[in-house]
């Protein structure tokens, strides 16, 4: 660690020390910036790292996540990374007994970097959001577009299975903290009266999102997560972020909620995206973009 409490970055590998360019390109420029690039700025290395920030995965595991890369590209872009002092490998002990990657502590830094760009690029009035979405694109944009306005007041914890991987979210004091879970260990959860989630049930998607405080005490603070809810990442994205409604939601995309159903919509309520950026040539007489 350096004096400011930020990881060391490495300093090279092999007898080409500190000067050691990574990619076969350079942009032979001394802006941090522009290293940066010579890092990480190849195709696909950022979404490599993206896959890599919520836990260690096999290389076949990022060939799934990543179903538009090539076995080449995936290769040449771990090596490249490792090259840089991004990524590492090990091998995890019997009776897993496989190798996995993941980032080194310098290359976890990236994830702020990562959660800008993204919402950077969400402005774009191209982003199309019908695209492939990853169970890590997902999470990671919980973490990008929580708004902590609309948080203000909440305090619960729900179970999140993207993709059917657990992640347990807690929100509280206006900040939300989402950790993967191992799945042999994600708690079941705690229920109030009648609020599970019947494939049958009425479903109050008409309900305005309120902010009501949960005192803390009761069930998903102290003894388990109050919902869990599962369904493949854009399912639950377009929950989220394209104003789907839950009876929608579970015929469409086998989204599902398991527990206290108003605790589920009120978490889910709590991440806004940013307005879209003006095209080019709009003066703005109209409004603000996205009004």
């Not at 496989?98 to 290359?107: C, F, I, K, L, M």
């Not at 109050?226 to 493949?232: E, K, L, T, V, Y």
């Not at 003066?283 to 603000?288: A, D, E, I, K």
Request: aromatic share 4%; hydrophobic share 35%.
């Amino acid at each position: 660690m350096n004096g400011k409490g930020t990881a060391n970055a490495p300093t090279g590998t092999g007898a080409t020390g500190a000067r050691a360019v990574v990619t076969k390109r350079s942009y032979d420029d001394a802006c941090g910036a522009a290293h940066a690039l010579d890092l990480v700025g190849e195709r696909w290395a950022l979404l490599v790292v993206r896959e890599l920030l919520l836990g260690p995965k096999r290389y076949s595991d990022l060939l799934a996540d990543l179903p538009g890369i090539s076995t080449t590209v995936l290769s040449h872009r771990l090596t490249e990374l490792e090259r840089g002092g991004v990524v590492r490998r090990r091998e995890l002990p019997p009776p897993a007994a496989s190798r996995v990657y993941e980032p080194t502590e310098w290359g976890a830094e990236l994830e702020p970097v990562i959660m800008a760009f993204g919402r950077w690029g969400a402005r774009s009035p191209a982003h199309r959001r019908d695209l492939h979405l990853s169970v890590n694109s997902f999470v990671l944009s919980l973490r990008t577009n929580f708004d902590a306005e609309r948080a203000a007041g909440v305090r619960t914890e729900v179970l999140l299975r993207p993709g059917g991987r657990p992640f347990l979210a807690r929100v509280a004091d206006g900040r939300l903290r989402i950790r993967p879970m191992d799945p042999a260990g994600a708690p079941a959860p705690v229920t109030r009266g009648d609020h599970t989630d019947h494939t049958d049930g009425p479903d109050p998607d008409g309900a305005q999102t309120d902010t009501d405080t949960d005192t803390g005490t009761g069930p998903g603070t102290a003894t388990g997560p109050r919902a869990d809810i599962a369904g493949p990442p854009g399912g639950l994205a377009a929950v989220v972020y394209g104003g789907v409604g839950l009876a929608e939601a579970r015929e469409g995309f086998g989204v599902g909620i398991t527990g206290d159903r108003e605790a589920a919509r009120r978490f889910l309520s709590l991440f806004t995206l940013p307005d879209p950026a003006r095209p080019a040539g709009d003066t703005g007489t109209n409004g603000p973009a996205g009004g």
